[in-house]
């Protein structure tokens, strides 16, 4: 299944570090495969949306009919507030 980026989570990769970044970017690989790989759970209280853990970053994405949309991209602390407070930025 075929992953893509909200804006907000692209930008956000694109001030990373090369190594943050590319990290992030073997965590989206191996989401993309059949079965999704790496710790992934549902977001408790957002039903439909799931979190990946990379290290110390969180990738909150949702699955639907045309594939993986990753939402958020944020450090472990920050990640779940801007979820849980409509997603803004």
Do not use: V
């Not at 590319?22 to 965590?27: C, L, Q, T, V």
């Not at 989206?28 to 970053?57: A, S, V």
């Amino acid at each position: 299944m075929k992953a893509s980026l909200h804006p907000l989570a692209d930008k956000y990769l694109s001030r990373l570090n090369a190594n943050d970044r590319d990290r992030i970017d073997d965590a989206i690989e191996g989401l993309e495969k059949e079965p999704p790989e790496g710790d992934i759970k549902p977001l408790k209280g957002q039903p439909g949306f799931f979190r990946l853990r990379t290290g110390g970053y969180r990738l909150l994405f949702r699955i639907n009919e045309k594939g993986i949309l990753i939402t958020h991209i944020d450090q472990r602390g920050q990640a779940y507030g801007k979820k849980n407070k409509g997603g803004k930025r």
